[in-house]
């Protein structure tokens, strides 16, 4: 008998609904929705420029910041060319590749789960286009620092695009947190994605941005759908971005209950690395795919990589707490009368 799913906690999601206002504004533009949104979403646009405190030649919007990538790379790939990215990762890099003919080139992780930017750069070739990194990195919530960010993208060829997946960045605490922004002047080559699906709770309505010098930009652009952003969804950031002050709070909570369920699974014998993302990674050899059956009867759905991790959105306390039950006494792996692990999960 299957249990049913009370806590999803599969997907990074906010664990919270859109604020009263976010709700009113969408409203108020459901109220005019047999008007076209703009052909391009250029005032939206300015709104995020602004926002970040950059000209809006610097930005461009997509439908999430999944779509903005997928904008860029058939701004910038030919067949064949090769697209480099750290495995495993976002699920959806592979499928981007497949969809606009860029021969994906995955490099393994290091053992500790960190994207190993050596690694990558050795795996750039003369048909390379592209290389995405993902800082904070899913599933790990492992974090490059500023320093190793600069160092890489020194070392990165002018004709390859980096793309800087910053999902989670909102997430991030700590020092050396990289200050991408600052290094667009320095990086022509540089797209960072950024997105109103997690820090903002806004998933449902695919809205996402790229950050840029313009001359990529404008190329990026140029693969907009027309009438692509809908007005709904745009009304809702717009909403968003005016209250930037709750949605930071509720961020916030997040990372608290982040940092909780990281010391108490600590203490239940879990080894959970530091994570910068809304979520909580546990990886092999502590027994992962027990836990990951332990909370499938507990109805939490986690994101389950068999024998190698489980991943855990930071939901609300409750879906916390839940996590917790389940996952009391499992962590340690067993281990054989030498010493060594009996079983790796
Ligand atoms: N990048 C990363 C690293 C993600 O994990 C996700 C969603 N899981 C996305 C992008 C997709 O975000 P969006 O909803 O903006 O397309």
Redesign the pocket.
Known sequence: MSVPVVHRLS??ESPYPPLPAVRDAMRRAVAQAHRYPQFHPDDLTERIAAWCGLPSDHVVVG???????LQSLQAVVRGGDAMVYAWR????YPLLAGMTGARPVPVPLSPDGRQDLGALLAALGPRTRVVVL?NP???TGSMISAGALSAFLRRVPRHVTVLL?E??VEFARGPGLPDTAALLGAHPNLLV??????AYGL?AL???YGLGAPELVERVRRQQLPFGINAVATAAVKASLRAGGELRLRVDTVVAERERLRRELAGLGWHVPEGH?NSVWLAAPDRVDEGARALTLAGVQARHFPGEGLRLTVGGRKANDAVLTALAGLGAPRRAADGAYAERS
Do not use: E, I, W
Not at 63 to 69: F, K, N, P, Y
Not at 193 to 198: A, G, H, I, P, W
């Open positions: 997907l990074n439908s999430g910041s999944v779509g903005v990538a990762s976002f699920d959806a993902c990195h899913n599933p997946d999902a989670y994605l950024r997105t109103f699906s997690k998933a695919r809205v996402g993302a």
